[in-house]
């Protein structure tokens, strides 16, 4: 594209055409001034930056920024993890596998020992954007339900010490298993975290999901498993 050297501007801006004047003569030329503003540099380079201006404003109006930002969320609401001998995962209707940890504080947890109350299980990772974005809401939710429902969190193959400086930092107070060795992990069928289990008081799965949860989600699958 060519481009307007400051000569040409200078000689455009001080043209002693007037800004109000006809746009055509009575004769239905076009007056010379503009003939001549359209063939130049600096006519041409105005009239690339309009087009421009234009498509950008019909680009708006096609992709609104609020559609932008709901394809952004969509494609941080999964970070994919690789588990060694990852499993089927149980879906709806199956028994949910049973595991023996130990929590962050050096607690023992099973999930035999927690049979009783719905059990809700959420994989995820300290490095995970999508699940440090949702530990309000479960926050927020679980404390909605009283104790309702049990929440343990289980760290898909990260160390005690890096898991147990995070927690500090998110303010999380939920038991924490760290599952270095992707056990769990590995019989839960993990692919990507976050990924939430919801187990009824017999033990038995009643939603997975995989992805971030809005409250409003979250709410409906605990009742669904205190329902069953």
């Known amino acids: 594209m060519p481009t307007p050297d400051d000569d040409e501007v200078a000689e455009f801006l001080e043209a002693d055409e007037p800004a109000l004047k006809p746009d055509r003569s009575s004769s239905g030329k076009e007056p010379a001034w503009r003939a001549k503003l359209r063939s130049s540099n600096f006519g041409q380079a105005a009239v690339v930056l309009v087009t421009a201006f234009a498509i950008a404003v019909a680009a708006w109006w096609v992709v609104k920024p609020e559609e932008q930002d709901r394809v952004r969320a969509g494609t941080e609401a999964v970070s994919q993890v690789e588990v060694a001998g990852v499993q089927q995962?149980?879906?709806?209707g199956d028994?949910?596998?049973?595991?023996t940890a130990t929590d962050i504080d050096g607690t023992p947890i099973s999930l035999e020992g927690l049979r009783g109350k719905p059990v809700w299980l959420v994989f995820m990772a300290t490095w995970c954007t999508g699940c440090r974005t949702e530990i309000p809401d479960i926050q927020g939710v679980v404390a909605s339900r009283g104790d309702a429902v049990r929440v343990v969190v289980i760290y898909v193959g990260e160390s005690?010490?890096?898991v147990s400086d995070y927690s500090k930092r998110v303010g999380?107070?939920?038991p924490e298993v760290v599952d270095?060795?992707?056990q769990i992990s590995a019989a839960y069928g993990i692919m990507g975290v976050p990924t939430h289990y919801f187990i009824d008081a017999g033990g038995v799965v009643r939603q997975r999901h995989v992805g971030v949860l809005s409250p409003d989600a979250m709410t409906q699958a605990i009742q669904n498993a205190m329902s069953s």
């Open 89 to 92: 995962p149980p879906a709806a």
């Open 95 to 99: 028994s949910a596998p049973g595991f």
């Open 160 to 162: 005690r010490n890096t």
């Open 172 to 174: 999380n107070d939920f």
């Open 180 to 182: 270095q060795d992707q």
